[in-house]
Every structure is written in structure tokens, then in C-alpha cells.
């Protein structure tokens, strides 16, 4: 199977990274393993949306998949999920993407610029690991919440559980592309203000290439 692995950093996924034979690099973002019999293509893209959609469009256009996993870690607003939990996202918006209007805040649905501003995965991998994960709703952003009142009018808005700075740009090209896909979130923190000591990004990285790998295993 053709698979294309993306995410934004080395960092998030260097332990999955390891279980995979590395054959060559294709270019500063895209490099190409094999592990068992899956052809498997790791791109990079960097942080942020706009990184991420130019080099996974970049990439979709070149070169034809089987699948594309996103792989990151995340902050969570759900008290319910705990750091470490490996999360399946179904559902993602630009939670930023509109205009204020005073003290509102219009979406471009809202102003009938877009028919829609969610993003529904349309065409989930279908695998029994993912199956087992919690689905989540999710929202993309350029600067992640860590202020009580930006974190109340986001949650009041979108009630998200969790935030990502790339997920709905990997959604939005691969539904354009009609590449079956998948993101997969593990909790690195609570979404709250800034507060490192309350981080567990290692624990967060294990259980994501731990699940990872699962599900390429599973496919």
C-alpha cells in the first residue's frame, strides 16, 4: 500500500520513524521508507496552515496514495480526555476565519461567503484501530488559545474538544484531492494558559507513533 504519513514537525513522530527502513529523501520535506510491504512517504510540512497546504497540495499533485494519515500532537478543551489520549478528528474548522462585528464574530457561513465552515472527514480510513479511538471534534488555528477569555468565546462558538495548528488544512486538500485520510491527535496539554509544567509532550509522542504504527499495521 502507498501510504503518505504528514505532520508538522520531526519531533512528533521521529519514534514511528524508527520502526521504518529508510530507502531516500525525494525532496527537503518528503522522504520515502518501507516497512513490511507498504511504500510509505513522510513529508514535513512545518508548523501552521499555510506550510501545511502548500507542501501536502505540493505532494497530492505529484504523487497518487492509497491513504494519508496526519499524525500531531494537540491541546485538548474537553476535560474528559486526558493528556496522552490518542484522539480520531472527524470534524475541523479555521475557527479564526471570519470577521468581527463588534463584539461578535461572523464566520464566513455566517456572512454567506461559504456554504459551510466545517469540515467533515467524507471519506475516513476505515481501520480497526482508528475504530477503537474516541472521535473528536476539532479547530484549527494560527495562535493557539492560552487566554481565558479567548478560550470561553471559542468554546461558546464551536464547543471544539480539541485545537491543532494544521489539521483542517490537511482535511481541506485531501478532500479536494479525494485522498482517503485520517487525523489522528494525541493530548499533549490542556488548554489553558501557558503552562509548560503541565505539558507531557514525550508521553503525548510515544502514545501518537504507538497508535500510528498500529494502524498501519491494521491496514
Known sequence: MKILIVSATYLEIEPLLLQFSFEKSINQKLKNYTYNNHQIDVLTTGIGMTST??????????KKYDVAINLGIAGSFDENLNIGQTVHVTSDRISELGSEDGK???SLSDMNLESKSELKN???IQNSVI???ENVIAITV???????????????????QIESMEGAAFLY?????????????TISNKVEKRNKDNWDIPLAVKNL???GLGIINAL
Open 53 to 62: 497546504a502548500y507542501w501536502l497540495g505540493k505532494t497530492l499533485s505529484s
Open 104 to 106: 461578535a464574530f461572523l
Open 122 to 124: 467524507t471519506t475516513p
Open 131 to 133: 475504530d477503537s479511538l
Open 142 to 160: 494560527n495562535t493557539a488559545h492560552g487566554n481565558d477569555s479567548s478560550i470561553k468565546k471559542v468554546k461558546e462558538r464551536y464547543n471544539p
Open 173 to 185: 486538500v485531501c478532500m479536494i484531492e479525494k485522498v482517503t485520510c485520517t487525523q489522528i491527535r
Open 209 to 211: 507513533c504507538s497508535n
